[in-house]
């Protein structure tokens, strides 16, 4: 299929702007930042132009679904929200260093989605549970929210990497040099890190709403404990305790970071671990 | 003995709106909740002691682990959950609502120092002219301004979404919403299913919880005329499940051969009927050709599952068994051929290849014309008079979220004091209550226009 095609330049372009951001951080070259930046705006195009494909390709075929039914699917519709809430975070923040920690978690999903067997990547008619509008809404507004969260996930490892290093050299006033300079000061980690969070979790919360509202059309039931439910309520909760810790002192900066690490962890274990270990409603794993 | 109990009063009532019981509750709540995910919740003991063994069974029943959203134990972290936002929401919401309604419409130089946004003019111009200039200036480039004079010196006030500041307290209402419905849906709802076969009616459901399904009775009928699948062309991947259903209260069709399908419930009088499930009633019956190799003649038969045929040599045999789906060939029969005193001959045919057990090279040549199986279909039946309260609260939780994260309100204070020699000395000062790097640049633009103006 041609967009199988376009996916694959896109994983192309995403790793050499992975590359790139990761060369820039090294030779602190501002053009290989741009360099970086360009090559990201092209996969994120190619990205976008794939799904777009697939979506045609699936009405060829006579079903016309939206493409975010399966695993391979899904995988790929992860890395473009991650570009397209990096990219939108990088027009206001203009923090290119940020791409070499976040680009990786697009590069790895793509690469995870090209290396699957052709089966899984094929384009399959929905089964009679899938067969509802609701279906699009609820993965859209799921994923983008997991998207902010890897990207403060990134800005978070940065955050406790760089302190670490200014806190040796006696504060922010005295820049951490080296290969450290060019990442963003602690304090913008930390603002981004929440900024992130800020349009993750809104979104999971509609996520979860959606998902509840498809539930309870399809089954009768909004709410029944399943494990994606739990845990996608987990992570809520995790980012809820997170963001409710920017309110008092002593939970910010370093907590702060963990915590969204954390949670980043745990959106992982939601999104990908319920499938491969535990059992439910959601079976798209198996495919 | 009264201070003591005070001040226990005291300290209980700061622990339920402290934020660290907040952050401790949540944490706590994702912690746990990860207990039911790993321990499959709701089966029956034998599976449970066959898994975990006798002692930990024990242990993890008392704990309440096998139905563990439902224990004491998490109730209480949820109950908690819900005691603290209230607490913190009735302890801040006063000030909050103090800030709105009455706002410092005569800021002192105190008030000005404690604004990170501030700055101070003089103009040539005299109070008197600058009055209009200013109440117009804030209009057009803020929000409307009530002007006070206290003093000699002349207070505008302006400010903007000044009721973004209950968006949090929406969304901590929002939740509290959802949890009534959920209760009202638990108490007053039930969820429940029902099997019915192709061509029969019924007017009771089966109560899901609980050690035993207990029955509830609809008030009408629901009668099954036909359940069916599709399945996607070439393929054995389901398209379609289809219940036609009617239903007949007091004697009277009133929703007739109304299509069942997953994803599109049926509902009737507050009660909601959802495809679930369906599977084979009774035993299927066939219609079977045999050919005799050496004459071609050929017999039919009508036979239902295990009632013998009689071969045209007079060899009994029967239909074994049957499948819908014999591994992705379609439906297909297991027939035994039994002659007296001599083993059993087994082997399958296959309806969609009737040229198929030809090549068996046996006296007989067996096809499957047709089959008949009466299906059942399972229903989910489900009553939840809460679940428009959950919406709501739903609904609820995104506008204010969206309200406490996004919106700020903003305020902008400008003073005016008389100079000597007609001059007059501005002061403003601006605040906001959310993002304020965004308000400090518009700020400064303010500053800059204002400024502007005031040259020209």
Redesign the interface.
């Known amino acids: 299929m041609f967009s199988d095609q376009i996916f694959n330049y896109t994983t192309l372009a995403y790793f050499i702007a992975m590359v790139l951001y990761i060369s820039f951080i090294a030779t602190k070259n501002k053009n290989v930042g741009l360099g970086g930046n360009i090559a990201a705006w092209i996969g994120f195009g190619l990205n976008t132009l794939a799904i777009g494909w697939r979506w045609y390709e699936s009405k060829s075929l006579g079903y016309g679904h939206a493409p975010l039914s399966n695993l391979y699917e899904s995988v790929v519709f992860f890395a473009w929200s991650i570009l397209l809430i990096y990219l939108l975070m990088d027009l206001k923040y203009k923090q290119r260093a940020v791409g070499a920690f976040v680009m990786p978690f697009a590069v790895l999903g793509m690469a995870w989605a090209q290396m699957m067997p052709d089966h899984s990547k094929s384009i399959q008619p929905l089964v009679p549970a899938l067969q509802s509008n609701w279906l699009t809404y609820h993965v859209i507004t799921c994923f983008i929210g997991y998207a902010g969260f890897a990207i403060a996930c990134g800005a978070s490892i940065m955050y406790l990497i760089k302190v670490g290093k200014e806190e040796k050299s006696g504060g922010a006033n005295t820049p951490a040099g080296g290969i450290l300079s060019m990442f963003p000061s602690a304090r913008v980690l930390d603002d981004i890190n929440y900024k992130a969070i800020m349009i993750g979790w809104p979104m999971l919360t509609l996520g979860i709403v959606t998902g509840a509202a498809w539930a309870n059309y399809a089954w009768g039931t909004y709410w029944s404990w399943d494990p994606k439910e739990t845990w996608s309520l987990i992570v809520w909760f995790i980012y809820a305790a997170f963001l409710h810790a920017r309110f008092t002192r002593g939970w910010v900066g370093r907590k702060a970071a963990w915590l969204s690490i954390i949670g980043f962890g745990a959106t992982l274990f939601c999104y990908l671990g319920v499938n491969l270990v535990l059992s439910g409603l959601h079976s798209y794993g198996g495919g | 003995m009264t201070t003591n109990k005070r001040s226990f009063l005291d300290a209980l009532w700061d622990f339920c709106c402290s934020?660290?019981l907040?952050?401790f509750t949540?944490?706590l709540?994702?912690a746990t909740?990860?207990i039911?995910?790993?321990i499959?919740?709701g089966r029956s003991p034998e599976e449970y002691l066959r898994v975990y063994g006798e002692n930990t069974y024990r242990i993890f029943e008392k704990l309440g682990f096998f139905d563990m959203?439902h224990s004491w134990w998490f109730l209480g972290l949820l109950t908690l959950f819900a005691v603290n936002l209230t607490a913190c929401s009735i302890k801040r919401l006063p000030r909050v609502w103090k800030t709105v309604r009455n706002p410092v419409l005569t800021p002192d130089d105190g008030l000005y120092r404690t604004l990170s946004n501030m700055e101070e003019m003089v103009s040539k111009e005299s109070p008197e002219t600058l009055k209009g200039k200013i109440a117009e200036f804030l209009k057009t480039n803020f929000a409307a301004a009530r002007v006070t004079e206290a003093d000699g010196k002349t207070h505008f006030y302006a400010e903007k979404m000044a009721w973004a500041r209950f968006g949090v307290y929406v969304t901590h209402a929002s939740i509290l919403i959802v949890f009534v419905g959920?209760i009202i849906g638990n108490v007053f709802g039930y969820?429940a299913y029902v099997n019915i076969v192709e061509g029969t009616e019924t007017s009771r459901v089966w109560k899901r919880g609980g050690s035993q399904p207990t029955p509830i009775d609809l008030g009408f009928t629901v009668r099954c005329d036909k359940f069916s699948v599709t399945y996607?062309e070439g393929t054995m991947?389901?398209?379609?499940?289809k219940s036609l259903i009617t239903v007949i209260d007091d004697g009277v069709e009133v929703k007739k051969d109304r299509e069942v399908?997953?994803?599109d419930?049926l509902k009737y009088k507050g009660i909601?009927f959802?495809?679930?499930s369906y599977g084979p009633a009774g035993d299927p019956s066939f219609v079977l050709s045999v050919t005799e190799r050496a004459t071609g003649q050929s017999q039919t038969y009508n036979l239902r599952q295990g009632q013998p045929g009689r071969l045209a040599n007079g060899l009994p045999f029967r239909v074994a068994n049957f499948s819908e789906n014999f591994q992705n060939f379609g439906p297909a029969v297991r027939i035994e051929i039994m002659p007296p005193g001599e083993p059993v001959r087994a082997f399958t045919v296959l309806k969609n290849f009737p040229q198929f057990d030809a090549q068996r090279g046996d006296d007989f040549i067996f096809s499957l014309d047709d089959y008949q199986q009466r299906q059942y279909t399972g229903l989910?039946?489900?009553k939840?008079p809460g679940?428009w309260v959950?919406?709501i609260g739903?609904i609820l939780?995104?506008v204010g979220?969206?309200i406490a994260?996004?919106m700020s309100h903003r305020r902008i204070w400008v003073t005016l004091v008389p100079l000597d020699g007609g001059k007059t000395g501005i002061k403003l000062g601006g605040a906001a209550h959310r993002n304020q790097a965004a308000f400090e640049m518009a700020f400064d633009d303010f500053k800059k226009n204002l400024k502007q103006e005031l040259n020209s």
């Open positions: 934020l660290k907040t952050i949540l944490i709540l994702a909740s990860v039911g995910t790993v499959q919740q959203y959920a969820k996607y991947r389901p398209k379609l499940y399908i997953v994803n419930p909601v959802y495809q679930s989910q039946v489900a939840d679940v959950v919406w739903c939780m995104m979220s969206i994260f996004f």
